[in-house]
């Protein structure tokens, strides 16, 4: 399992921009999948953004062409730049990982807390 930090959150207004990261206590190049989720008040958490070690990567289909997810697996982070964002984007985001495709995700950390005012 991977045990990660989650910073760069913060408030924002409607249109904004914010970039999270990700900081892992290991080594991420042999991680198969590294991943974005969000829970918004009263709701599941969902996915948002996933990566893998060859950087091939999936998104919800509510922020595709707003968020961009990405690894520098020299510095044993993840990021997720978020454009354009929508006051239903507000939620707490976590980031995880998984060792292999078929593993389960690891421990969820504190999360970050993004506010998008409109």
């Known amino acids: 399992q991977v045990q990660v930090v989650e910073s760069g959150g913060g408030l924002v207004q409607a249109g904004g921009s914010l970039r999270l990261s990700c900081a892992a206590s290991r080594s991420i190049f042999t991680i198969n999948t590294m991943g974005w989720f969000r829970q918004a008040p009263g709701k599941q958490r969902e996915m948002v953004a996933t990566?893998?070690?060859?950087?091939?990567?999936a998104y919800a289909d509510s922020v595709k062409g707003r968020f961009t997810i990405s690894r520098d697996n020299a510095k044993n982070t993840v990021y997720l730049q978020m454009n354009s964002l929508k006051p239903e984007d507000t939620a707490v985001y976590y980031c995880?990982?998984?060792?292999?495709?078929?593993?389960?995700?690891?421990?969820w950390g504190q999360g970050t807390q993004v506010t998008v005012s409109s």
């Open positions: 990566i893998t070690s060859r950087g091939n990567t």
């Open positions: 995880n990982g998984r060792v292999l495709a078929a593993s389960p995700w690891g421990s």
